[in-house]
């Protein structure tokens, strides 16, 4: 596949906002239990804004890849088929349940855990959502296997939680180590579950061939020509067109920029005290995890490219 | 239930791709229309068709064999891209199983052609909806036509009747017998799409005396005997 910018910005963003909302919704549910102090309303406030930032800015992100922004409201009508249909309806009740969660916290609502509730319940249902839009199309075979989902939901839930690290380190600097702690351990479960994916993914072979795409036995077959002299939305959305060297250093890039480089920092700024590293741990696993959504797109190869095989 | 199909016989394309322009010009000024182009003087021209002719070399030399393959929206039974279809934009008639997109709900979101595994749907790029063939829905049922000409515009254009059309859920319709009678296959049957359009798979090459007898035409023979 073609990865487009925006649905790659979408999907980050969205999920940095959701990690965000389950990290804070974590601390407020261990400080009830007495695990750890309480922070501040300003923690959750800040929080709840950083994420309401996120998941509009990947809410805006989401209209750049429409050929008629002003119809998206049409997209909540097919919920009963449609993952991208539940995922239009899931993402503005989520960002109003977080808006809400903030509210709460400014005003000192009590019931603010049982928001926070609502709003990680949408959050789990918003990962679902997101990703089987991905997972549902069985024979784009690289993204049809549930660690597509565990992926979203484990990469989503390290950026956020290290976003929360970070602002915990400016507003309540008593929470950082454990928040830093929590987003190693996530980070480095992503790791393992994003390399059983590439280790699977690697070893996967196309049902499809272009035997059985033209239905012709043969084992040699040549195509001679596409049907198109200048090619055609076929030939410029499903293939990325970047060098096999391009694709692998995305690759690489990736596996250092989201979880080697900041498990290192992480683990620096539990013995130092000042935010700066964790800071700089966020920017890089961001970096990190924008590179890894466009390697799960270009991976993916459709069948449909079967029928223009001088382009593959 | 009425499936409206093509089948498409691999023995008698010709690759003259007749069947891509005529369906280009018939929809162009039809009901789905414009089918816009991009640059169609230039140098890179690209643009907005629902059939397509590909043509592919099958065995090694000097044993080979040229295949002409028309390629357009095969009609599943099953379409993976309307269910997927977040507006509702893509459908599937029950009165007759054409696969359509309907023009004025699609946004354009790409998601369809995503999950279309036969790549059949085009993006309109100047008017931002997706498209595709709809078996000339609005010619085949039109009462001011003649009756010959209510078919889909490729199968009209089609110089050596390549093309059949018609009800493949009807077993004494033309296209279920020549499916029945021609071994008719259905393109990547792995997936369970269950497309209706089928193709007749190329026969072996016969010689051409054995062709000759075989069509009757030998010269030495009256009504089937051999001259006295």
Redesign the interface.
Known sequence: ?NPAWSVILLTTLIGLGQGLLLAMFGVEVASRLALTGAPAAVFYLAGSALSVLCLGGGLLASFF?????E??W?????WR?????RE?IVLPAFIAAVTAYGAAHFYGWSCSLWIGATAALLAIALFICTAM?YI?????QEWHTPLTLVNFILLGCASGLLAAAVLAGFVWPLLMPALALVAGIVTAAAAVTRGMTLARNALLRP??TLQ?????S?P???????????????TR??FHRRTLQFVRSAKWFFLTAAFALPLLLIALSLTAAPPRLLTLAFAVQFAGLLAERWFFFAQAR????L??QVIS | MKQLALVIDLNVCV?CHAC?TSCKEWNTGGAAGPLTDQ?PYG???????FN?????????FPATE??H?P?SCLHCEDP?C????????SYKRAEDGIVLVDYD???????C???????A???D?Q???MKKCTLCVDRIYDTALPESERKPACVIACPTSARLFGDVHDPASDVSKAIAEHGG???????GTRPANQ?L??QPKQSVAAATVARGMDPRTIDGAMKP
């Open positions: 596949m890849h429409l050929g008629h922004p119809r998206a049409r997209a909540a009508a097919m088929t449609s993952w991208l249909s239009v839009i549902c199309l069985k024979f784009l049902a499809s059985s795409a033209i239905g012709i043969d040699k077959i040549a195509q001679k020509a596409q049907g198109a002299m200048g090619g055609s939305f076929n959305e499903f459709h069948p449909q490219n029928y223009y | 690759g891509a640059n140098k890179d021209p690209s643009g907005t068709f397509r002719v590909q043509t592919y070399e099958v065995g090694e040229t295949v393959f390629k993976p309307v269910p997927v279809c977040p507006t509702g934009a709900k699609c946004i354009g979101c790409k998601y052609a995503w999950a279309c595994p036969y790549g749907r085009e993006i790029e008017q931002q909806v296959y259905a393109l990547m049957p792995e997936w193709y798979p190329k």
